[in-house]
């Protein structure tokens, strides 16, 4: 057994720990020198290329035109925008200088005192205030709108406790901004929005999600309504996993942002904004892995099959691979992405554990008795179920296994999540339940004191007001007061 | 004629200001109230992703995989690379403190001086110092090498005079950083990074390239050898549009990375890294465009076909549409992107001119009369020809006009630069005729001083020693010194 997977964390001894170890071991992320700031990896990356791809297509289907905002955000941008300072701006790299000069032993470097500058620059913890101010110049008239823009690039928020993916000071993420004439039309487009990660998320990732909207504690600096998609993790939590903001006028207001409708009269610019991040890597690793390391879903997997020729000579593994090419060939030819490992540096067992441990949906083995039978065994990596199948039409099978593992762990996951989707009337059962996790469906007064006094007892917070969910009104578990829906309750990443 | 077309300065009156104008009117970029940090608009942006597409696909064809590495780096790092300090720490953005606090008043904010970093951190102007400090703990033995890893990201150099793509403070590039176990093996992949870019520079962005090796003055810092590809704009100064260095061992040596040979011996990584960046934009932009706005080359345009009725009235755009439509299908089916304006609030002549400037390979007209001859205008960007044609078939005949523009282009462009090619004996005539531009092959004796005094003289530096170029030994027609080979000496970007 390969010394990575040995090392592996089990999910029953430390789920926490399982997380980290396999972002580590499966060569998906690594911590940097700078504080909070990851390293992320070629075979962690190529799963972040092959997300970026499929939701950027999403959102061009939608009319979504990419672009690209500046790095750094004057410091006077975040006063404009009043809860925008408290949310985003406090937390922040700040640039002062813009230069460095040698050290007078002529040994070292040193800032330039000299280069202060005029004003201090923020690297972006997000960009409304930004675009806001870009925008003024692009609208005059109901003719430029609606403007939907989104870019993808790298955040800075300077987070103290971090873990890679789910929290870090530095992350990748897109960043939609779209601006309307009307609130109809932003609320609409907030929530067309929140549909597209859904769709993704499930599938995509096969990672089940509720769709929901924020309690008002829960909301985006600046929004007047944050809609949100929350999976639920291994060990029941919640991650949060995105969210579609409509910012009504407020944006528009601090950055003077009007346009002329048809009757000719200036009305301000409504708007949305929205995003998912690296953070989706963490969701991804955490619904569907196991012990033995990543489960990936094909449909995200960078390698799709992996084959392993176990030969004891050069003369079997020129057979085997006589035998493999041609394979190699019609599976890519399906668009199947697919690995032939015949290096000899490394023995089968090793392979196995390793391609195990990286999350390589299906797995193909060769050896000589294979090659006396026409045969192949094939290893599909959720489940670990193995087969010996006849060669002749292997590439169609392979193509059907692929389709049935995405839409098997996608079924695992929501059957693992809506066992543990629980109704609770019960403060006192509620703080006892909450331990072993789980997503509570309770009514909440809706007032923000219920909410403070949840978290503080139990950690737990409101996640959203589900939609697609039958609401009745009721009692408020903890202030007893009456209740005009229920809302999702859970601990978080 | 369309306002924004009207206002396009001519190339002849002034050929930077058309620049310029271009940059803005045709919707690629503008600038942001960040000193020499552009925002890169919806149409600007498209083509950047279209180049990035085509990069990444040949990158990756050679074994290259992406990764990601932080966006600030320790100050210290750049001490530990005596070269690099001079060519890159000096002019950075410096972060200094993580937190910003409300001002006394509460009206505004402030820098928190308790939020002091320890260290600073600068914005990665280049990663090599934070590549080659990860490579440490990723290269152990020859087993894992070489590492091919390149990065799509944001960097900054603080720039005192910009131009829009051609030098910002911020810009998007990638960075290519690969490691190997032979000095041979790591020259031969600078070399061979380089031909990337050549083949996509030309087969791409149809701009004719000259590559070869930078003198020592023009390195890159901590490189051994820098090699070039330098294009030729129309007012035949040399823009450089892609660098490829081989760094010996420096950064491997300042960072201590060794690996164990086949015989089990440390020796230190050999490097190279290579880069691209939206510069590149600058080029395509200046080398095709005219007088009537951008020039794109099919294989790069966002849209490649425009499609625009004309009608008197909505029964008439009614018959129009119904031909059009089938068109659009087969076109698309073609895998060409195609865009049918039948929008009413602008006038036919207002949208002929604005996709003139935006430069739309192909436009197609269709009124009244063609509805009744079963005919359909086609004009051509790059050389405005138009003809009326059978509208029967008339997409194989964009399909083979899209690859038409595509090399026509290349050739206009090649010839442009081929005529302006001179070699060059006299240093008195070659001070006159370098007021004209056009790259000039003079014998150099290689000494800094001679390279030294002709940038004084005439601003002109040593561009490279061009490749596939049959060399002779001369006199350097500045020292009379014997020279060695011709070098290309042009005015530059």
Same mark, same amino acid.
């Given at each position: ?55 950027? *297509? ?15 955000? &004057? ?176 944006? *528009? ?44 879903? &094909? ?53 196995? *554990? ?58 695992? *996951? ?67 007061? &009456? ?11």
């Amino acid at each position: 057994m390969a010394k990575e997977l040995k090392d592996l964390t089990k999910r029953a001894d430390n789920y926490s720990q399982w997380y980290n170890d396999l972002v580590m071991k499966a060569d998906l992320a690594e911590t940097s020198p700078v504080r909070g700031c990851m390293i992320i990896k070629p075979y962690g990356y190529a799963i972040w290329e092959k997300m970026q791809a499929a939701l950027d *297509a999403m959102f061009k289907a939608t009319g979504v035109q990419n672009a690209y905002f500046p790095l750094l955000i &004057p410091k006077s941008f975040f006063a404009k925008e009043a809860e925008h300072v408290a949310g985003f701006a406090k937390e922040s790299a700040v640039v002062t200088h813009y230069r460095l000069k040698a050290t007078e032993d002529g040994k070292g470097i040193t800032v330039d005192p000299e280069a202060k500058l005029e004003e201090e620059l923020i690297i972006r913890p997000t960009s409304e205030t930004m675009i806001w101010n870009t925008y003024k110049n692009w609208i005059k008239s109901y003719r430029d709108l609606p403007i939907l823009c989104n870019q993808w690039c790298n955040v800075m928020r300077w987070e103290m406790r971090t873990r890679p993916f789910l929290r870090t000071s530095e992350f990748l993420w897109q960043e939609g901004h779209t601006a309307h004439a009307t609130s109809e039309e932003a609320q609409e487009e907030a929530k067309k929005m929140l549909g597209v990660y859904a769709d993704f998320a499930e599938n995509w990732m096969a990672v089940p999600v509720v769709q929901g909207v924020k309690s008002e504690t829960e909301r985006f600096a600046g929004a007047l309504d944050t809609y949100t998609i929350e999976a639920m993790m291994q060990d029941g939590k919640a991650l949060q996993s995105g969210t579609s903001h409509f910012l009504g006028q407020n944006f *528009a207001k601090s950055f003077d942002v009007t346009f002329l409708n048809k009757e000719n009269k200036p009305e301000y610019v409504w708007a949305t904004s929205w995003g998912v991040s690296t953070r989706l890597m963490g969701a991804l690793i955490m619904v569907h892995s196991d012990d033995n390391g990543l489960v990936l879903p &094909p449909k995200l997997a960078p390698i799709q099959v992996v084959i392993i020729p176990i030969s004891k000579n050069a003369e079997q593994l020129e057979a085997i691979s006589a035998k493999i090419n041609p394979l190699m060939e019609e599976l890519t030819k399906m668009g199947i992405s697919v690995k032939y490992d015949d290096s000899d540096n490394k023995r089968p067992g090793f392979k196995f *554990a390793d391609y195990e441990l990286k999350g390589v949906p299906v797995r193909l083995v060769m050896g000589a008795r294979d090659l006396e039978n026409g045969t192949v065994e094939v290893m599909r990596r959720d489940t670990l179920e193995k087969e010996i199948l006849p060669f002749e039409g292997v590439a169609n099978h392979v193509q059907h296994l692929l389709v049935d593992i995405q839409k098997t762990i996608f079924e695992k *996951a929501r059957q693992y999540r809506d066992n543990h989707i629980y109704e609770c009337d019960n403060y006192e059962e509620f703080k006892e339940r909450i331990k072993d996790g789980g997503f509570f469906l309770c009514h909440w007064d809706g007032t923000t004191e219920t909410e403070a006094k949840i978290k503080e007892d139990t950690q737990a917070t409101i996640r959203c007001v589900p939609f697609g969910y039958e609401q009745t009104e009721g009692v408020d578990m903890v202030s007893g007061k &009456p209740a005009k829906c229920r809302v999702i309750i859970a601990r978080s990443y």
